[in-house]
């Protein structure tokens, strides 16, 4: 695993944004997994940034979500796929139909979880997955005791995500118990995962999540199982690191022509 630790979340998003742009020069019908939330907000914009100066385009490519949350009406300002509509896909060139998110409408979850795999392994698999990580050390919305080997499927939020996505509904009674989330194996199937963390919020998280023993209780520190992991953290989100230290050095020292 790759920690990078950076001044901000503008940084971040550069350096992201420069990856996400070399895996699409290399195939521009690339697949990414895009995750919601504040944490790739800044992947976002330098993203929507290049495309704007005409240095990249998505015409090519798909784009899966990770979840979605389950209840609320097609559309509605707070659910994930409005989100990213929002923040991504209008601001780049994205064909119609090429981001796609779980189908929470579906009269049956369950075959529509399936389905969602399905479709990811048709696309060909994601090359490079964003994430954000919960302050009780979800990825997607598996919460703690998800099973490392999960696949799409039906969760329930915990009290504390409620907490924490409360800011976006007007009240906490109004978020959401219920979620179709990737799992923890859907995810690990990715190529690259990229997961993002900034501020003193997500420190303990971070920490457990990249130097804490595998655990299913953390379902962050399944990262610690894949071939191509990068945590791309502010100084507040690396602050519990033991081996923080070590980290700038590897950064510093790191041949330009590696990328992330
Ligand atoms: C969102 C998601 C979640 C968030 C996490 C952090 O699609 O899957 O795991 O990434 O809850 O959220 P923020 O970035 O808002 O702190």
Redesign the pocket.
Known sequence: MEVVIVPGPGEAGALVGDAIAGVLAARPAAVLGL??????LAVYRDLARRHAAGELSFAAARAF???EYIGLPAGDARG?RRFIADNLERLVDFAPGAVRGPDVGASDLVAACTAYEEAIAAAGGVDLQL????TDG????NEPGSSLASRTRIKTLTDQ?RR??ARFFASLEEVPRHVV?QGVGTILDASHVVL?AFGGA?AAAVARAVEGPVTAMVPGSALQLHPHATVVVDEAAAASLTLADYYRETWRHKPPWQGL
Not at 138 to 141: L, P, Q, S, T, V
Request: glycine share 16%; no cysteine; hydrophobic share 35%.
């Open positions: 995750a919601t939330g504040s944490s790739p979500l990770l979840d994930y994430l954000g990580i919960g979800h990825i997607g919305f995500t924490d996505n989330t993002l997500k």
